[in-house]
């Protein structure tokens, strides 16, 4: 009878959250929901006796208090927050209850601590499996073809590099001068100054006014545009190319780099392509140099992305037909999405045209010099618009990554101290599958291996899930700037 009550005071609960972002003062509001939280905890501390559940009900709370504080931000966006932290409240109540039912029902008191051990160890052992499986199929299908046809010089299309530029210094002029050396015939440059503070920026860029480079000079963007999208758009509108390239000033090109890209784009017909550069960092790859990248390359390339129509996209640098573009229209159609590339490469896929994420390898030869600061600001940048702004999103994999990445590590110095030899070895073989995953994510970031860092692995994990909860935080409660710009409220309210 008691479980039965729990269950529907729990569910009481979550009407009431509703029933609070609509009508209810603010602070009476907050001070209601978490004497009801902690009261139901206590509760559930009480007649639950598994440890593991009273864990997992702790923790979702903590994100269930979060999502009622976020929905009354003081804002001109009041209505959208709720309606947001609306379906977040029932998503996580829906979980709540889930674990609620099984706790009660004494589902989870048969088993011991080190079955719950072995079971988690499995699980884990299983995902790592398939991560290793699936990561290196698909670092395999980025290569391109290695003989492209050689197209001559009258046939090639001619090729729009599009450089939005803010607050730029000596990165920008090494991007120009490597682009400069391009032996490709039809090229055109342009580079946007998007209202830099200083005037340093267009300075550089007249200086290359010699060698043929354009440069445009930005607008204010309106408040319904993101200032990267709103840049991307002014410099497509002023494009002539038949492909249009767009790319940051962190990258540089070798002489033959854009001719290899456009012979590789022709002979396979593709509507676009996009490119994993080589970090060049190398020369100080240090502790804290990987420990964001590999892992933001796990996003795009350990789940089958292309099965789910949802391909892996970077935007370092990407290549798309001019055409194409416009038919989907242009950047006013992504005027607040983060990775609008990754609007543009799913709508190719859909429409049954040829996409493709490639390597770079020799005879590419592009290479990115982004400083693991640099790294760092762009994954919590983009982070938590990648899961959709869903709170309820970020606590499953909060969860998910702590199960599979971190936990076999802690159950085997648990294994240690216990004595516990299945647990143990099991545990020992979970991290190396671990270790192995991590080495592939590595030599595709670096270009090379690099031994003495593979146990790195657990630091970057905890760095992830500390990047993915930080990218919600700034998003939801303070400020995430991008060139010195608060991108909080155009990516939040993208619809």
Same mark, same amino acid.
């Given at each position: 009878?008691?479980?039965?009550?729990?269950?529907?005071?729990?569910?009481?609960?979550?009407?009431?959250?509703?029933?609070?972002?609509?009508?209810?003062?603010?602070?009476?509001?907050?001070?209601?929901?978490?004497?009801?939280?902690?009261?139901?905890?206590?509760?559930?501390?009480?007649?639950?006796?598994?440890?593991?559940?009273?864990?997992?009900?702790?923790?979702?709370?903590?994100?269930? *208090?979060?999502?009622?504080?976020?929905?009354?931000?003081?804002?001109?966006?009041?209505?959208?927050?709720?309606?947001?932290?609306?379906?977040?409240?029932?998503?996580?109540?829906?979980?709540?209850?889930?674990?609620?039912?099984?706790?009660?029902?004494?589902?989870?008191?048969?088993?011991? *601590?080190?079955?719950?051990?072995?079971?988690?160890?499995?699980?884990?052992?299983?995902?790592?499996?398939?991560?290793?499986?699936?990561?290196?199929?698909?670092?395999?299908?980025?290569?391109?073809?290695?003989?492209?046809? %050689?197209?001559?010089?009258?046939?090639?299309?001619?090729?729009?590099?599009?450089?939005?530029?803010?607050?730029?210094?000596?990165?920008?002029?090494?991007?120009?001068?490597?682009?400069?050396?391009?032996?490709?015939?039809?090229?055109?440059?342009?580079?946007?100054?998007?209202?830099?503070?200083?005037?340093?920026?267009?300075?550089?860029?007249?200086?290359?006014?010699?060698?043929?480079?354009?440069?445009?000079?930005?607008?204010?963007?309106?408040?319904?545009?993101?200032?990267?999208?709103?840049?991307?758009?002014?410099?497509?509108?002023?494009?002539?190319?038949?492909?249009?390239?767009?790319?940051?000033?962190?990258?540089?090109?070798?002489?033959?780099?854009?001719?290899?890209?456009?012979?590789?784009?022709?002979?396979?017909?593709?509507?676009?392509?996009?490119?994993?550069?080589?970090?060049?960092?190398?020369?100080?790859?240090?502790?804290?140099?990987?420990?964001?990248?590999?892992?933001?390359?796990?996003?795009?390339?350990?789940?089958?992305?292309?099965?789910?129509?949802?391909?892996?996209?970077?935007?370092?640098?990407?290549?798309?037909?001019?055409?194409?573009?416009?038919?989907?229209?242009?950047?006013?159609?992504?005027?607040?999405?983060?990775?609008?590339?990754?609007?543009?490469?799913?709508?190719?896929?859909?429409?049954?045209?040829?996409?493709?994420?490639?390597?770079?390898?020799?005879?590419?030869?592009?290479?990115?010099?982004?400083?693991?600061?640099?790294?760092?600001?762009?994954?919590?940048?983009?982070?938590?618009?990648?899961?959709?702004?869903?709170?309820?999103?970020?606590?499953? *994999?909060?969860?998910?990554?702590?199960?599979?990445?971190?936990?076999?590590?802690?159950?085997?110095?648990?294994?240690?101290?216990?004595?516990?030899?299945?647990?143990?070895?099991?545990?020992?073989?979970?991290?190396?599958?671990? *270790?192995?995953?991590? %080495?592939?994510?590595?030599?595709?970031?670096?270009?090379?291996?690099?031994?003495?860092?593979?146990?790195?692995?657990?630091?970057?994990?905890?760095?992830?899930?500390?990047?993915?909860?930080?990218?919600?935080?700034?998003?939801?409660?303070?400020?995430?700037?991008?060139?010195?710009?608060?991108?909080?409220?155009?990516?939040?309210?993208?619809?």
């Amino acid at each position: 009878m008691l479980t039965s009550y729990l269950i529907i005071f729990i569910s009481l609960l979550s009407l009431y959250e509703i029933l609070i972002l609509l009508f209810i003062n603010k602070r009476l509001a907050i001070l209601s929901e978490l004497v009801l939280v902690l009261y139901l905890s206590i509760l559930i501390a009480i007649y639950s006796s598994s440890i593991l559940f009273i864990i997992l009900f702790i923790y979702l709370n903590i994100y269930r *208090i979060l999502n009622i504080l976020r929905g009354f931000k003081n804002n001109e966006y009041k209505k959208l927050i709720r309606t947001s932290v609306i379906k977040s409240s029932l998503r996580l109540n829906i979980l709540i209850l889930l674990i609620s039912f099984i706790s009660f029902n004494n589902i989870g008191q048969s088993f011991s *601590i080190r079955s719950i051990f072995e079971a988690l160890i499995f699980f884990s052992i299983f995902v790592i499996i398939i991560f290793n499986l699936t990561t290196p199929k698909n670092i395999k299908k980025s290569k391109h073809i290695h003989k492209p046809i %050689h197209y001559f010089d009258r046939d090639l299309p001619t090729v729009s590099v599009l450089i939005p530029a803010r607050n730029e210094t000596v990165d920008l002029e090494e991007c120009l001068s490597s682009l400069l050396l391009s032996d490709y015939p039809k090229l055109e440059i342009i580079v946007l100054d998007d209202c830099s503070v200083s005037k340093h920026t267009s300075e550089i860029i007249k200086n290359y006014a010699h060698a043929g480079v354009r440069f445009l000079a930005g607008n204010v963007p309106s408040n319904d545009w993101l200032a990267k999208n709103y840049a991307y758009q002014q410099l497509l509108d002023q494009s002539n190319g038949d492909l249009v390239l767009f790319c940051g000033v962190d990258v540089r090109f070798s002489s033959h780099t854009i001719r290899s890209l456009v012979e590789i784009f022709k002979t396979e017909n593709y509507s676009m392509l996009s490119v994993i550069p080589k970090n060049n960092y190398t020369k100080n790859v240090n502790f804290s140099t990987l420990l964001y990248q590999p892992l933001r390359y796990a996003f795009e390339l350990t789940i089958p992305r292309y099965y789910l129509s949802r391909p892996p996209i970077l935007s370092t640098l990407w290549l798309i037909k001019h055409e194409t573009i416009d038919k989907l229209g242009g950047f006013k159609a992504v005027k607040r999405k983060v990775t609008p590339e990754s609007f543009f490469s799913r709508q190719i896929l859909l429409s049954k045209k040829k996409y493709k994420l490639i390597k770079s390898d020799l005879s590419i030869n592009l290479q990115s010099f982004k400083t693991s600061s640099e790294q760092k600001e762009t994954a919590i940048r983009t982070y938590y618009p990648k899961l959709h702004r869903r709170l309820d999103l970020v606590s499953l *994999i909060t969860l998910f990554e702590f199960v599979v990445f971190i936990m076999p590590s802690l159950i085997f110095i648990y294994s240690i101290l216990t004595s516990n030899l299945m647990t143990l070895y099991l545990s020992f073989f979970d991290i190396l599958l671990l *270790i192995l995953y991590y %080495h592939q994510l590595i030599r595709l970031t670096f270009d090379k291996t690099i031994i003495k860092y593979r146990l790195i692995v657990l630091f970057a994990v905890l760095i992830d899930i500390y990047i993915y909860n930080s990218s919600m935080i700034k998003y939801e409660f303070g400020s995430v700037y991008w060139k010195e710009r608060n991108i909080c409220i155009p990516v939040l309210y993208n619809h």
